[in-house]
Structure formats: structure tokens, C-alpha cells
């Protein structure tokens, strides 16, 4: 295996790690205010349990989040080096915003949420809450924003030529709000915010299922169902909004997403297998369909793989587009469940349903697995380019590593991540079990649904 695909697959490896964590924060952070707030209006004392209880577990994600996120600017400059040398006047700019600007805010509210409870005044650490919310939410803007230029860059010029030729911003504004920014912000923040509530709905549907703290549960898994229903249906929006803005701007990584080689009216796949060779899709199909969700029109011509020449393809088109469809699926599937669970509370049956329950339990890893695909259609997407149009993946790499190195790496990086999150599970597992109330005695009694 040659040096190129070793970094890719360790960078791909470290981030797909890293992005476990993330999400689950700001997810999570939304939740904590909300309790809190609920505590601060109506003085219920299990509102402020809540909150003391998820923020132990955010604690647990953001130290988590903080510890792989570090290893991956080490990678920049190991393995990537010649990527490093033509975007870091670019890349260098968000991520100090994000230093400046994100980090410190949440960290400096950390403090006071985690240690204040009964040092500071109720609405000061509500407003410290508030804090690590949105330093938690400004954070992802700042990477997304350096990742989104990969895909759309603009406000920038090049400088230098050949080995030496790198981007320097010209306009700072439009490198932020270039083509991609937005949409791909918004996109990820709801997939964040599904991710914390599941979590959230998880455990409590767990506790429902074992008769254990059922009426704080309840409180919990309602709010946690209400703010899950509203962004499973507002990522339609987000997801409708991210792929126009890809037709548009990167018509490449369209056509790979949804399997689309003939420039005509493009179909739409519910599901299907993509022939690399043959260049063929074979599948469950709406005729027209993406024409339709692109142009309001079943016959729209949309750009094919065949305006682009071969090198400037994505190689692995049916990787692009099963992890794709993977991703819209689960998102169909997540609306389902919460409209059915709105349903059922609507007819006062929701707690009374165990399968749904159940359901809610395992539920838990779809979001995570819909982040995860997410990101790799887009990334995968994007290829043969590493900042698109500008620098291919294959004159990115560090001339200097060798694939021995890289495989050692990735063996040590592997052990290494495999015991966090075994401990990550441990002690999530740990206080689950042990659950919201800190003292056995302030617990109240077990009962049953």
C-alpha cells in the first residue's frame, strides 16, 4: 500500500475517532441549557438533577474531544506537509478564531459550570451553560468554515509557483462565507444536536425500560423527543439545501453521490449498487427524481460524471454513494421514530410501549453512524483534489514518510484509541448505571411503567 492511500486512511481513522465526540458536546450542550432553564423557571428540583447529571457526561465527551482533536494539527505538519505549506495562511486563519474565539469561551465557562453549582448565583451559572454551549457551537463554525473552503475556496490568491506556491487570503469575510459555508455549518450543527438528544433519549428510555428514576425519565426523554423531532425534520431542509449548493459548486461530487454518469435528467436512487466499471447503477429509483429535487422539473438536464475528465473523478464512485444514500436513510429513519414517538405521546401510550422504548435504546448509534458516513461522501466526493481545483491529494502528501512509518503510527494510534474509548465506555457506562441522583438515599424508589 503506497504512501498516499497509508495517510489518507490514518487521517480518515483519526478523524472518524475525533468526530465521535464533538457532536455528542454540542448535542448535550443544547440539552444542558434547556434543563437548566427548566430548573431556573420552575423551581422542579429533578430539572436541576438533569443538569447536573448530563453535564458529567459532557464533561467526560469534551475532554475526549479535546485529547483526539489535537493529534489530527500534529498530522498537517507529519504527514501532509506540502498540504500544510499551500493552505496554511488559509487553514492557519479559522483555526486561531476558533482558538480566540471558541475554545476560550468554552473553556472559561467550563470552569464554572462543571465546579459552580453552589458557588455561584443560579443565573450566573445558567448564563456559564449558555457560555459552553455556544463556544462549543462556534468551535465547529471555525472548522467547518477551514474545511468548507477545501470544497469551495474563494477570497484567497496564489503566490509562489510550482513546489512553492501557496494561498493567501485576500478577502477574510469570503474565505468565511465562501460558496459552502453556510449550508455545511447548519448541517452539522443538527446533526450534532440529533446526536446529543438521542443520547439523551437513550438513557432515559433505558431507565423507562428497568423502572428506574421514571418520572425524572419522563421529563428528560419529552424534552429530548421534542428537540429530536424538530431537527430530524429541519436536517430535510439542511440535506435539500447542501446538495443544490453541491450541484452547483461541485457537480463532480454530485453526480458521485447519487451514481449520475450520463449529463441528462438525473434519476434519484432509494437504494442501488454502482458498477465502477461499467458505469452503471442498478437500483430502486424514482425516474427523474433528482432533476426534480434540483430544478423542480423531472427533465432538467443535470451534469454527469462524463463532462469531466477521467482523472478528475472521484475513483470510488459506489463508495461515495452507498455512504451517501447510508446517510439520508438514517435520516429518514430518525424522523420516522420521532414522529411515531410524538404520535404515541400524543395518545398518552409512548411510556407504555416497550418495543418503542427498546427502540429508542439502540437508537442511539444512528446518528453517530450518519455523521460518520456524512463525512466520508464528502470527503470521498471531493476527490482527486484535497482543496478542489487547486491541489490534487496525490501532491499533498509529506514527501518524507515512508509507509513503514505510517503503519507503525497507525498500529500505535490504533491501541491508543482503542483504550480511550474503552474507558470512554467504562465510565459513561458507569454513571449511567449509577445514574442522575448522586446520593442512594436522595434516590427515589423503584418503580415500574
Known sequence: MDVEILARIQFAFTVGFHYIFPPLSIGLGLLMVLFEGMYLKTKNTEYEVLAKFWTKIFALTFVLG????????????????????????VFGSPLAAEGIFAFALESTF???????????????????????????MFSAVWIVVANSWQQTPTGFEIRGEGAMARAEITDFWAMVFNPSAVDRVLHV??????????????????????GRF???????????????TIFSLSQLHSGHASAVGVAENQPAKLAALEGHYTTGPGDLYLLGWVNNDTQEVTGVKIPGGLSFLLHYDFKTPVVGLDQFAK????????????????MVAIGMMLIGLTLFACFMWWRKKLFDTRWLLLAFVFAVILPQIAN????????????????????????????????????????MFGIVYLLMFVLFVYLLTKKILHGPYDEASTQPSVSTL
Open 372 to 411: 460518520q458516513v456524512g463525512w466520508i461522501a464528502a470527503e470521498m466526493g471531493r476527490q482527486p483534489w484535497i482543496v478542489y481545483g487547486l491541489l490534487r491529494t496525490s501532491d499533498a502528501f509529506s514527501a518524507t514518510v515512508t509507509a513503514p512509518q505510517l503503519m507503525f503510527s497507525m498500529i
Open 110 to 136: 467550563l470552569g464554572i459550570l462543571i465546579f459552580g453549582w453552589n458557588k455561584t448565583k443560579p443565573i450566573m451559572h445558567f448564563i456559564s451553560t449558555i457560555g459552553v454551549f455556544l463556544g462549543s
Open 214 to 228: 421514571v418520572e425524572i425519565s419522563k421529563k428528560a426523554f419529552l424534552i429530548a423527543l421534542v428537540v429530536a
Open 66 to 89: 479535546v485529547s483526539t482533536g489535537i493529534v489530527m494539527e500534529f498530522e498537517f505538519g507529519t504527514n501532509w506537509a506540502r498540504y500544510s505549506r499551500f493552505v496554511g495562511d
Open 189 to 210: 450543527w443538527i446533526g450534532a444536536l440529533i446526536a446529543g438528544a438521542f443520547l439523551v433519549l437513550s438513557v432515559h428510555a433505558y431507565y423507562l425500560l428497568q
Open 311 to 326: 482523472e478528475d473523478q472521484p475513483s470510488q464512485v459506489n463508495a461515495v454513494f452507498q455512504t451517501y444514500h447510508i
